[in-house]
């Protein structure tokens, strides 16, 4: 009985030992972690009115709103494929799906042909 309990006790001591090393390799290849980036009220305030006026706006028109408000091309990107996802996530919850709502409107125009 002895022997199996020496037996844990290495493997406890090799667990230890192995969990040392992958903290020490995480400690040499840390990166400061990236903040989250938080609009101000004009950033989020125009974006919101370009997204409402134009939801698919052009590459040179993301760069100059970008430009503009002193924002990353990627953030401004990322800014209206999340508002286009986030339009559809309304759809959703509204019960309908935007296939259906395409589909209403063809059956409406069928009926009136």
């Known amino acids: 009985m002895w022997r199996?309990?020496?037996k844990c006790v290495f493997f406890d001591f090799m667990a230890c030992k192995r969990k040392e090393q992958e903290q020490s390799k995480?400690?040499?290849n840390h990166v400061?972690?990236?903040h989250r980036l938080v609009f101000t009220d004009i950033q989020r305030?125009?974006?919101h009115a370009i997204f409402h006026e134009n939801q698919r706006?052009?590459?040179d028109l993301q760069i100059t709103i970008a430009q503009q408000l002193g924002l990353e091309l990627s953030t401004v990107s990322n800014f209206f494929m999340n508002a286009r996802?986030?339009?559809l996530d309304k759809w959703m919850d509204e019960g309908r799906?935007?296939?259906s709502a395409s589909s209403a409107t063809s059956a409406v125009t069928c009926t009136k042909a």
Do not use: G, Q, V
Request: hydrophobic share 10%; aromatic share 0%; charged share 50%.
């Open 4 to 6: 199996s309990d020496r």
């Open 26 to 28: 995480a400690d040499r």
């Open 32 to 34: 400061p972690k990236r």
């Open 45 to 47: 305030r125009t974006l």
């Open 57 to 59: 706006p052009s590459k």
């Open 85 to 87: 996802r986030r339009s």
């Open 97 to 99: 799906s935007p296939s």
